[in-house]
């Protein structure tokens, strides 16, 4: 199997975008991303697309060959790819496109995800995201993708003394961290109380310990090693990956403080890349709720089950700290259009590898990992990268 | 939703009707074709259980941003249960104070409207649980 690196990268600003529609995204990233890296279009291979549900947020399937032919590319022909996988549908995207290159069938290949989310209503926005759950048997029932969380976040605070303080902290970090990020959604810093005192979505979480819906899109260019220095002096080397499955609803899961997904995925990656958590400096972690921050550090061994809300509010996470988790800002203040999470993920990990992340620069970080959720926690993707030497 | 999308759910919606497998003996709700334990081994010995009804909670959440079908409802309770057959499901507790609702509360199941389709559409009818004596 050949190495593959990652050598461009692209992202829009995330927000409300409302003067852009989502092909008009996925194209601003897609060009992006085949500039930074140095290739011409000519060069790709193959194009996979992560996202959720442009079918129920649009209207529009079949997104990866409309994303190629706005692109200027119909007339290549290239096959594409479009992958489903809840809010991992981007992670799993790169993990395919590295797949098929390592394989050899390609050489080149772009991996974008989008997702526009604001041409339809909050509550409407609120129902497709729960379609990641089950249907059946959480949703119909009332359970709203938040209330899943938050009986993950009150059965945490129930048997490992987690704080809604602590959890607040997440969100605190999360939007220092985004506001030194020109590409965020959210570029304020705002403090415990904020957190504390906004409104419930469903207690013990507020409407600041979650990710906000937003328009955006990311871009990757994947390479195989043996060619990757032809186009750029920093190829940023896929060290490991890691993907797992878990029950679809949260009710039958083994352990409600614990997303074994993530645990398995983890294991995966870092058994793939022979390093162990000590070595990652960087990661973004899925932080769509301040509990799914606290829970990945704790599922991806950062720190010890449990003690994933004492660690942040000591700052281990902060900026430069033990490990820097979530210098974009997470999903929480850069953003979650959900099809580019996971992609706008290792382009924030790809900077900071390559030293580009400005303000927000880790020292001296070598290794840097994503860790990207589907649904409650039934899919989770990591990823493990390093500088090519 | 479609009408028959729900009509085939109804034996478990309405009477806690969940699955017993014939090879371990592991308990399952809604009824599963294949045991998480065993497999193709369990294919075709999975037997129909009811519920008993009783169980304590396991989680839950009060839940303030609901779909429009459930804005009437809110503040409701959610909660994942674990029934005393050991499954667990997810559902509403009801007839209680959303302050009194605690982590291993005993509760009971209910027959309840869940919701409809728009103001002259199809109602929906299923379990919630309430506190047990």
Request: proline content about 3%.
């Amino acid at each position: 199997m050949r190495d593959v690196a990652v050598i461009g990268i692209g992202e829009t600003a995330f927000g409300e975008l409302w003067d852009k529609s989502f092909r008009d995204l996925g194209i601003e990233a897609g060009l992006l991303a085949i500039e930074d890296s140095g290739i011409t279009a000519q060069d790709l291979d193959a194009i996979y697309v992560g996202n959720m549900s442009a079918g129920k947020f649009i209207d529009q399937e079949h997104v990866s060959a409309l994303v190629a032919d706005y692109s200027g590319l119909a007339d290549q022909h290239l096959p594409t790819v479009r992958i489903e996988g809840g809010g991992a549908c981007g992670a799993i995207a790169i993990l395919q496109a590295r797949m098929a290159i390592a394989s050899g069938q390609h050489d080149i290949v772009i991996v974008g995800g989008a997702e526009k989310m604001t041409d339809v209503s909050d509550a409407r926005a609120g129902e497709i995201l729960s379609a990641t759950a089950d249907q059946e048997w959480e949703s119909v029932f009332g359970a709203t993708f938040a209330g899943l969380y938050a009986m993950m976040a009150r059965r945490h605070m129930y048997e490992h003394g987690t704080t809604r303080e602590q959890m607040a902290q997440v969100a605190v970090k999360n939007h220092k961290n985004g506001a030194l990020n020109p590409n965020a959604q959210f570029q304020r810093e705002i403090t415990l109380d904020t957190v504390l005192k906004s409104g419930w979505v469903a207690e013990p979480l507020t409407v600041f310990d979650s990710a906000p819906l937003s328009d955006g899109a990311a871009a990757v260019v994947l390479c195989a090693m043996d060619r990757a220095r032809k186009f750029t002096d920093t190829p940023i080397r896929i060290l490991g990956s890691g993907q797992a499955s878990d029950f679809l609803a949260l009710h039958d899961r083994r352990d409600l403080t614990t997303m074994d997904a993530t645990v398995v995925a983890g294991k995966r990656a870092f058994h793939a890349a022979s390093l162990t958590p000590e070595h990652v400096k960087v990661a973004e972690v899925h932080d769509n709720f301040t509990i799914s921050e606290i829970m990945a550090i704790e599922d991806l061994r950062f720190v010890k089950k449990g003690l994933g809300g004492m660690a942040t509010e000591e700052g281990e996470t902060a900026l430069n700290a033990k490990v820097s988790v979530n210098t974009s800002g997470g999903l929480k203040a850069r953003g979650q259009p959900v099809g580019a999470v996971g992609i706008a993920q290792a382009v924030e990990v790809v900077r900071q590898l390559r030293g580009e992340a400005g303000k927000r620069q880790v020292q001296n970080a070598e290794v840097g990992l994503t860790h990207t959720l589907g649904g409650t926690g039934a899919t989770a993707v990591v990823h493990l990268f390093g500088r090519a030497n | 939703m479609a009408i028959p999308r729900f009509w085939r759910e109804i034996p478990s919606r309405y009477n806690l009707y969940g699955s017993k497998c014939g090879h371990c003996g592991t308990l399952d709700f809604p009824p599963r074709t294949v045991c998480p334990e065993c497999g193709r081994r369990s294919v075709g010995k999975m037997e129909r259980v009811k519920l008993g009804g009783k169980g304590t909670v396991v989680s839950y959440s009060v839940i303030h941003d609901a779909p429009a079908q459930y804005e009437m409802m809110k503040p409701y309770v959610l909660a994942i249960i674990e029934m005393a057959e050991g499954c667990r499901l997810t559902s509403q507790v009801i007839d209680v104070d959303p302050a009194a609702v605690k982590i291993g509360m005993p509760v009971e199941a209910a027959f309840r409207k869940l919701g409809s389709e728009g103001e002259a559409g199809v109602i929906h009818y299923g379990y919630k649980f309430r506190p047990a004596g």
